[in-house]
Structures are given as structure tokens and as C-alpha cells.
């Protein structure tokens, strides 16, 4: 038998692979709270129009709500003959309430009906990026109070380059979250806009009032352009970019914690909340959080790729290829909520290990620019023969197996004879960070301005 919703032009029901092909119901279930709100919202909105009768209106919004109990309480039997979320939910509708349910798609399409379901669900998870970001930001600014005067190596190459503290490293991943958190809010105020009542492609002759849907379900206005509005997919896509810039940024930084939680670093320690242990080997503690969330990575990189690569070559407006949008976005999105909650948790409960951390910051020369800037500051040598000079000691403390303060005065002399013992002083690591106080800088005082600006600006 052909389909109770489209089947009125067709003799016969579809071959079972069509089926299979085209039904998104296994998947799309997901959008069964926002199917609803909108149907709701429609129906209110035909009534106070007078393109149906309060009495059919009140019918529908009993019955959606009788049918939205049933999918909650998982007491609805979903069908793949009725291909989607949206047929399902009328289908139903037309059992609980019987007739009047027919009215409910007058002016409408699902091809505007999907777009608004789907921009509520991704509207949603912006929202809940945002809880996440700010809570990990939090967690973040409580390690760098805690160590904003800690001294640890910094990095280039992965090679000690100078020393840097503890909190100016944690608020370096302040700014790259508050950099996805700002993406997602302007992701959000972007997308807000209705594409209800767009209908198929082409608007309708119906008196529909798109101003009151899209006040109902939360949007700032209509979407201006009916064509658009229903062929626009631009917001799961920067829901994707942001959530792919953002999954780099926690990748990055998993994979820190992977690198300062091994014997060879022992930066900091992990909880043992967030670490498992190894079957064979009783010793190990080992931080799968962190390289589940560097792997689990992929999949929003991969959604991004997946929904460009669906959308690029489209016609408008609608096409079916667009139905392959929701599976990529519901996986990108559950991953990226779950890796945040993941690192804020790894975050609120490591252990910064502060004597190995000070212990490292001095190793492999750290404070050899320290010492050319000494060299410029104090003999008004030129920067670039400061640099040559420097390098000279390093090479010197290299040969002998010590550290730049390790080498006597007499021994400093050989490369250079007017320089005096206090250069000495400027051979620390903490006088090195204590030093950089320009803006941004790792001096502590800059790291605790910066701390306070941040708490500001969450409130
Ligand atoms: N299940 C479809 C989707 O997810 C709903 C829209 C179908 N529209 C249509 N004209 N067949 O995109």
C-alpha cells in the first residue's frame, strides 16, 4: 500500500530498500521535543489566524502533548514506513485526536518543518557548548590563581625556551576558550532566525503570521527568505566550525596533560577520578580521558568535512541529501559536550606538581635570554653580538654538563671580560619571569591582572 501522508499519486508501497534508504526516523527521533514545540506553536498561530478553528487548535495542542508524554515516557512505537520524526508525530496525532490532525500541515512543509526542528536542537547545543566552556574556563582560572607565580619551562619546538609561570600557561587556554566561547555566541545570535512558514520552498497563500511562530519558539524575527530559509543549513555548519576550532584547542591541551603526566615529566599529577589503570602492569596510571579527548577529536573534524562536503553542491532549495545533516551534528555535538565536561573535570582535579615544575624551568639554559638582554642592558652591547656572546656560555656550561648559574665568574670572564656577578641575579628563574611585566607578559602581577579581567567578564 503507498504512504498514508504522499501516497495519493502511487499505486504501489516502496521496495524495502527505499525504505531503508530513505527513512531518517532511527536517527531523527532525536528531534521529537522540538517537532512538537513547533507544531504547537503552528497550530496556536493558524488559529489566532483563523485559517482553522480554536476548537481543532486545542484538539492539536492536547494531542501533541499527549503524543510528546508518550515518546518521553518511551511508550511510542515509531515507524520506518513513516519515513521521519515529523510524519510519525502526525501520524499519531491523527489516531490520539482523528480528524482535525489533517489540518495541522495547512501552510506548512517539512521541508520548513525540518529546518526549524533542527535549528532549535543546534540551538540548543550552542547553549549547552557555552555552559561547558564557561565552566571549564572556571576551573581553568581556579589552577591559575593556585600557581600564578609557579615557575615551569616554556616551550617552542617542544625544546625549553624560557622560563614561564604555571598560571600564564593555564590562561593562555583561558583565551582559546573564551575565543570558542565567543564563536558560539555569535554563532547563536546569527543563526536565530525562523524559517517556519517558509513552507516548500516558496512561501504560502495561507494568512499565516510568521512574526507570532517565530516570537514562540524563541527566534528574533523570521527568516527573511522562504528559499533560503528552508535550503540554509549555514547553522549546523558554524556550529560545526566552532565546535571543530574548539575541539582543536582541547586536543592541544589533552595532549599536554598526556605529556606533564608521564614519569618523565610528572608536571602534574591526574586524579585518579579521571585516569584507569592496566590489567598486566599494577603500576600504571594512565590518562585516558586526555587521549580520548585528542581522539575523539576526529569525529567534529569529520562532521565538519561530512555536512560542507553534503551541502556544496546542492541546487536550491531543499534536497533529500540534506536529511544526512542530523547525524553528523548530533555525534559532533554529543562528543563535544562530553570532551568538555571531560577536560573541566581533569582540570578542577589535577595536582600541578610545583617542585618539578621548578625544577624543569631552569633546565636546558632557560634563562639564556636573560642573560643577553644583561649583556645589552648593562654593557650597551649590541642585541646581536649579546646573542653571540650568550651563546659562547651556553656552549661553555654545555662542554662542562652544568647550567648557565653554575658557571663560575672566572669561567664567565674567559668569554667575556667585563661582565660582573650580578649578572647572577637575572640567572633565576624567578627573577626571569618576575621580569616580564610587559602586557600579556608571564610576570606573575600580568598573569593575576589578567586572571581579574577574566572573572570580570564572566561575572
Ligand atoms: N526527513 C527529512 C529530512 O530530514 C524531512 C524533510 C523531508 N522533505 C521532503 N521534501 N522529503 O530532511
Redesign the pocket.
Known amino acids: 500500500t503507498s504512504n498514508a501522508m504522499w501516497g495519493g499519486r502511487f499505486a504501489a508501497g516502496p521496495d524495502a530498500i527505499m525504505e531503508a534508504i530513505n527513512a531518517?526516523i532511527g536517527f531523527?527521533k532525536r528531534l521529537a521535543a522540538q517537532d512538537i514545540a513547533g507544531s504547537r506553536a503552528h497550530a496556536a498561530m493558524l488559529a489566532a489566524t483563523g485559517i482553522i478553528s480554536d476548537s481543532d487548535a486545542e484538539a492539536m495542542r492536547e494531542g501533541l502533548l499527549t503524543v510528546l508524554s508518550e515518546i518521553d515516557e518511551g511508550r511510542f512505537e515509531f515507524s520506518t514506513a513513516l519515513?521521519?520524526i515529523?510524519m510519525n508525530v502526525e501520524a499519531r496525532l491523527k489516531e490520539v485526536i482523528g480528524e482535525p490532525a489533517g489540518r495541522l500541515h495547512t501552510g506548512r512543509s517539512?521541508?520548513d518543518q525540518?529546518a526549524t526542528d533542527f535549528k532549535l536542537w543546534v540551538r540548543d547545543q550552542l547553549d549547552a557548548a557555552e555552559t561547558g566552556l564557561v565552566a571549564l574556563i572556571e576551573a581553568l582560572l581556579v589552577q591559575a590563581e593556585a600557581g600564578a607565580d609557579w615557575v615551569m619551562p616554556g616551550f617552542t619546538h617542544l625544546q625549553t625556551a624560557q622560563p614561564v609561570t604555571w598560571g600564564h600557561h593555564m590562561m593562555a587556554y583561558v583565551e582559546m576558550f573564551g575565543r570558542d566561547l565567543s564563536r558560539v555566541r555569535d554563532a547563536r545570535a546569527r543563526m536565530n532566525e525562523c524559517p517556519l512558514g517558509a513552507a516548500a520552498l516558496a512561501g504560502t497563500s495561507f494568512p499565516i503570521d510568521r512574526e507570532m511562530t517565530a516570537q514562540a519558539l524563541g527566534f528574533d524575527r523570521p527568516a527573511a527568505n522562504s528559499l533560503d530559509a528552508v535550503s540554509d543549513r549555514d547553522f549546523a555548519l558554524e556550529f560545526l566550525s566552532a565546535a571543530s576550532i574548539c575541539a582543536m584547542h582541547l586536543s592541544r591541551f589533552a595532549e599536554e596533560l598526556v605529556i606533564w603526566s608521564s614519569a618523565q615529566f610528572r608536571f602534574v599529577v591526574l586524579s585518579d577520578r579521571f585516569s584507569t589503570g592496566s590489567s598486566i602492569m599494577p603500576q600504571k596510571k594512565n590518562p585516558d580521558a586526555a587521549e580520548l579527548i585528542r581522539a575523539k577529536i576526529g569525529r567534529i573534524f569529520g562532521a565538519n568535512v561530512a555536512l560542507m562536503t553534503v551541502m556544496k553542491g546542492l541546487p536550491l532549495a531543499?534536497s533529500?541529501d540534506?536529511?544526512e545533516d542530523?547525524e553528523q551534528v548530533f555525534d559532533a555535538a554529543d562528543n563535544l559536550m562530553l570532551a568538555l565536561a571531560a577536560m573541566e573535570g581533569m582540570v578542577r582535579d589535577m595536582a600541578p606538581q610545583r617542585e618539578a615544575l621548578e625544577g624543569a624551568a631552569g633546565a636546558g639554559f632557560s634563562t639564556a635570554t636573560d642573560l643577553a638582554d644583561w649583556l645589552v642592558r648593562v654593557l650597551g652591547m649590541p642585541f646581536r653580538e649579546a646573542h653571540h656572546v650568550t651563546g659562547a656560555l651556553v656552549a661553555k656550561a654545555e662542554a662542562k654538563g652544568c647550567d648557565l648559574p653554575e658557571l663560575s665568574l672566572a669561567e664567565m670572564q674567559e668569554v667575556h671580560g667585563e661582565i660582573t656577578k650580578a649578572v647572577y641575579d637575572v640567572l633565576g628563574v624567578h627573577n626571569s619571569v618576575a621580569s616580564r611585566v610587559s602586557y600579556g607578559g608571564t610576570a606573575p602581577e600580568q598573569v593575576r591582572a589578567q586572571i581579574a579581567r577574566w572573572k570580570e567578564v564572566l561575572g
Do not use: P
Open positions: 531518517s531523527d519515513e521521519d515529523h517539512r521541508n525540518v531543499y533529500k540534506m536529511q542530523k
